[in-house]
């Protein structure tokens, strides 16, 4: 009989976006290393991304548990639709500037009375099912992924109730030095609360699974037990049929989320310098966005008489037709979250840009661990945010080499592949 590891996510298909590929990657591939993966997810999650094309990578080896959810996230976006009469996208409920009335209460609601967050009222009855799940399938390694970090709250309980369960606390994120948390208005009590939690969520989970070295370090001072390291990656699965085809304009494109933390407008702003400088880039110069794009970005970008000429924005692309989008891409952006913990800020769709085989910009700290992985892997460069003048320059490199039809140098990809890392989970789980 196959080894069996119980899994507790949020998010998992029909889910769409970052959240959902590292656990359903790691899915896929476990089976073909001798283990025997259950899947134990919401049956009426709140999310606004969708994507049914996910589902084929979920193996029939793997049983999948639904339990239906409470929480108060679609009834807050309605109430704040009706009162402010416009669509609330979760793109916009992440602020770092000035905020309306409401939005105030909103945010300090949702930071101090919904913690660690609002999956929170899910803890109870997944505990009660799982605790007879665990004993009636003789599973013996539980994993629970975060955000949301209540998903570890259930993973501690069960761990208290079953005492020989091996318990993997993996966070794609951080807790308390989430930058998330620095736009929730929380008082002291709550970041006292969210510190309380955390240190018993890292002191009592045999292992802490993490996908950033910044990170590591930040666990192991905050009292992990042990910690380990394994990034996020690319599935070579999604890039068969991989075959860059040059355009009549030279086009950049950002794939995924815009919110104010992960903040184009440095870019944006130099491309405009460059377009006013340079004719030639101007006409053949195009900027999409792929995605969810908050709402005061896209108006900022549609009143400039420059960018809203060279910009266009596009909805969330299913994730198996991305291959096309890559195939008809110049050069790509990348914006890490302006924020205290940048540094250790690796987007999953960095791994996804090197598997595209496309040139990278990326705007945030060149220090960074990001920076250090695209140094590594010869896709690019990081160029810190404020340095306009280094980041034109980069563009117009890049126009340069799309001219002069200069290919792609980057190597040394191979190691962030999906079924490669998910390997080195194997061996991890192994050795629990």
């Keep these: 009989m196959s080894k069996r590891v119980l899994i507790i996510t949020y998010y998992w298909p029909p889910s769409g976006g970052s959240g959902v590929q590292r656990w359903l990657k790691f899915v896929k591939y476990l089976p073909q290393f001798g283990w025997e993966p259950f ?19 979920v193996p029939p080896e793997a049983e999948v548990i639904k339990l239906p959810i409470w929480e108060p996230y679609s009834a807050y976006a309605k109430l704040t ?24 209460l909103a945010a300090f609601i949702r930071g101090n009375f ?60 951080p807790w308390s030095r989430w930058d998330l948390l620095d736009t929730l208005q929380l008082t002291s009590l709550a970041r006292a609360r969210h510190n309380r939690l955390e240190h018993q969520v890292l002191t009592k989970a045999d292992c802490v699974l993490t996908v950033t070295p910044h990170y590591v370090n930040w666990f192991k001072q905050a009292g992990a037990r042990k910690t380990v390291l394994i990034t996020n990656g690319y599935d070579e699965d999604d890039f068969t049929g991989l075959h860059y085809v040059k355009g009549s304009r030279f086009t950049i494109r950002h794939l995924g989320v815009v919110d104010e933390l992960r903040d184009p407008r440095p870019f944006m702003l130099a491309a405009r310098d460059a377009c006013i400088e340079n004719s030639e880039l101007a006409a053949l110069l195009s900027i999409e966005f792929v995605g969810q794009v908050n709402t005061a970005f896209r108006s900022w970008v549609e009143a400039d008489g420059v960018l809203s ?14 291959v096309e989008v890559y195939n008809q891409t110049d050069a790509l ?12 800020n690796i987007p999953g769709k960095l791994f996804e840009y090197i598997g595209s085989m496309r040139p990278v910009i990326g705007i945030g700290p060149a220090d960074g661990d990001a920076a250090s992985i695209i140094s590594k892997t010869g896709a690019g460069v990081v160029i810190e945010r404020e340095n306009l003048q280094a980041i034109k320059a980069r563009l117009l490199d890049l126009f340069l080499d799309w001219k002069n039809n200069k ?26």
Excluded: C
Excluded at 92 to 99: A, H, I, N
């Design 39 to 57: 899947v134990f997810t919401p049956e009426n999650p709140s999310f606004e991304l969708q994507d049914e094309s996910l589902l084929k990578d």
């Design 81 to 104: 639709g009706f009162l402010t009469g416009k669509k609330i996208k979760a793109t916009d409920f992440v602020s770092t500037g000035r905020k309306s009335a409401f939005q105030n």
């Design 114 to 173: 919904f913690i660690p967050d609002p999956r929170i009222f899910w803890k109870r009855p997944a505990v009660k099912f799982l605790h007879d799940f665990i004993q009636h399938n003789q599973i013996r390694m539980l994993v629970t992924t975060g955000p949301p970090h209540s998903m570890h709250l259930i993973g501690m309980e069960l761990k208290r109730r079953n005492p020989s369960l091996k318990w993997i606390a993996d966070f794609r994120d």
């Design 309 to 322: 000429k060279i910009t266009s924005f596009r909805s969330q692309v299913p994730h198996g037709q991305l």
């Design 333 to 344: 952006l990348l914006v890490l979250a302006n924020s205290a913990i940048a540094r250790g």
């Design 407 to 432: 290919g792609y140098a980057g190597t040394g990809k191979e190691s962030y592949s999906r079924k490669s890392l998910t390997a080195d989970l194997a061996n991890l789980l192994n050795s629990l």
